[in-house]
């Protein structure tokens, strides 16, 4: 009978220590990942063109670094593929740098407050411009020269567009005067018809990056 209850005792203490350990292990413990290089997605661009006339021009590579705490149970749910890091564009207003908090936004079988994260870094930056939209002349420019019994008649020339539109930061757009076709005419004894890009270029026809 004693061997018995001895026995039994000793069971109980595995069990007991089993599920400790198991609690100590996977529920309880202070546990902690460091997730690299998550993107961070932008929200609210469209409000930032259509209300605010605003145009995003750049901003950081959009990737962090997240660690995060909570028990071995819970973080292992998460993987750098199911946080959600949002940035809301909409917060700005002016034109200019600014530095963009983001929320994070964790699987959703992990409990409301079970995990808490450290960011780094816990801002991004981005580059804001006044939008622009205007209208401009296209013009033709002519090199090189037809044989001799030929003529180059400029005044019959006819384009598809006269005028194309442009949108871009104001700073750019205020800085462009024309759409610059270029035409080699050197040699040609036929009409031309053909499709040619534009360069956009300044008022002294020196050409604008615009990005």
């Known amino acids: 009978m004693t ?12 069990i007991a220590l089993g599920l400790w350990m198991y609690v100590r292990t996977y529920v309880n413990t202070d546990y902690e990942q460091t997730f690299y290089n998550v993107p961070v997605a932008l929200e ?7 209300e605010r006339q605003l145009m995003l021009l ?7 670094n997240i660690k ?13 593929g199911n946080i959600q890091l949002v940035a809301d564009l909409s917060k700005v207003n002016e034109p200019g740098e600014h530095l963009l908090t983001y929320s994070i936004i964790f699987p959703g079988d992990v409990p409301t407050g079970a995990v808490s994260a450290e960011k780094n870094p816990d801002r991004v930056r981005v ?9 401009i002349p296209v013009k033709v420019n002519y090199l090189g020269d037809v044989p001799a019994d030929y003529i180059k008649d400029i005044a019959a020339l006819s384009l598809d567009y006269e005028y194309v539109e442009i949108t871009g ?6 800085r462009i005067d024309h759409a610059a076709v270029t035409i080699d005419c050197t040699d040609r004894t ?18 604008v990056d615009a990005g």
Request: aromatic letters at 6%.
């Open 68 to 80: 995060v705490h909570g028990s071995r149970q819970d973080v292992g749910k998460i993987n750098s």
């Open 169 to 174: 930061p104001e700073e750019v757009v205020d």
């Open 44 to 50: 609210g661009e469209s409000i930032l063109a259509t």
């Open 58 to 64: 750049s901003g950081d590579e959009f990737e962090v």
């Open 190 to 207: 036929e009409t031309i018809y053909e499709s040619y890009r534009y360069e956009l270029r300044d008022a002294q026809q020196v050409p």
């Open 127 to 135: 580059v804001v411009a006044r939008k622009k939209t205007k209208e």
């Open 3 to 14: 061997r018995n209850k001895l026995s039994a005792l000793l069971l109980s203490f595995v």
